[in-house]
């Protein structure tokens, strides 16, 4: 049974500060990760999706990258900013892709002060 | 706004009650998806829909729980007799049938049971 887990729970930073968020699966035979951020009482925004055959990609200050062999990811945010703060989460969708659902990790709350 | 959209965003309602939601895809996705979240856990999979077809179902979906597609439009997902452990958010998502197969939120509803 694939299960997905985000360490830290909470992360408070200064901003200006770069930080790396992880995630860790633990079935290698995934079919894509994608990372989403959530604001309180909100749905979930996708910020990347990163396909099992890829190891990183970007957009703007967000960098993930995947090891699907190791079973981690990490989301590296640089020159965090208060809008920044929120939760993230990462998901992993399972290798056979006649599935649909994500399995979601419990997230990382994200504090970036001022 | 063509994103998902879901309605209502928050009810109320008192245990033994029955409730019903309603989520609009993105118009050209095939696939739509329902969740639960619970406070300060990821989301959870209940179950997915391919155009009408319901293809996979969650065991946390028990026989109060309903959900249709029955155009292969919008969806509805019915909670009869909720209960106090039924309080969450229920988030709707959809993709396309093609890949990456890439997930798109709607903002949630909210169901408090009293």
């Known amino acids: 049974k694939q299960e997905v887990t985000q360490i830290p729970a909470a992360l408070s930073v200064p901003e200006g500060e770069n930080l790396v968020l992880n995630c860790s699966f633990t079935?290698?035979?995934?079919?894509?990760l994608q990372w989403f951020r959530q604001d309180p009482g909100k749905g979930l925004t996708s910020l990347l999706l990163?396909?099992?055959?890829?190891r990183e990609q970007t957009s703007g200050r967000l960098n993930a990258s995947l090891d699907k062999s190791s079973g981690r990811s990490t989301l590296y945010i640089a020159a965090s900013q208060p809008g920044d703060s929120a939760t993230y989460l990462c998901a992993v969708k399972a290798g056979d892709n006649q599935g649909g659902k994500l399995i979601f990790g419990q997230g990382t709350e994200l504090s970036v002060k001022p | 706004d063509t994103g998902v959209s879901q309605n209502p965003r928050h009810k109320i309602t008192k245990r033994g009650q029955n409730v019903t939601f309603r989520c609009d895809p993105i118009s050209e996705h095939n696939r739509l998806y329902w969740y639960r979240q619970t406070l300060g856990q990821g989301p959870e999979f209940l179950t997915y829909?391919?155009?009408?077809?319901?293809?996979?179902k969650s065991r946390l979906l028990s026989d109060r729980f309903s959900a249709e597609r029955p155009k292969g439009s919008f969806s509805t997902l019915e909670i009869q007799r909720t209960e106090q452990g039924d309080s969450a958010m229920y988030l709707c998502?959809?993709?396309?049938?093609?890949?990456?197969?890439?997930?798109?939120f709607g903002p949630g509803t909210r169901l408090t049971v009293t």
């Open positions: 829909f391919q155009n009408e077809a319901q293809l996979e």
């Open positions: 998502a959809s993709s396309l049938t093609l890949a990456p197969y890439e997930q798109y």
């Open positions: 990163i396909q099992s055959s890829q």
């Open positions: 079935d290698s035979a995934i079919y894509n």
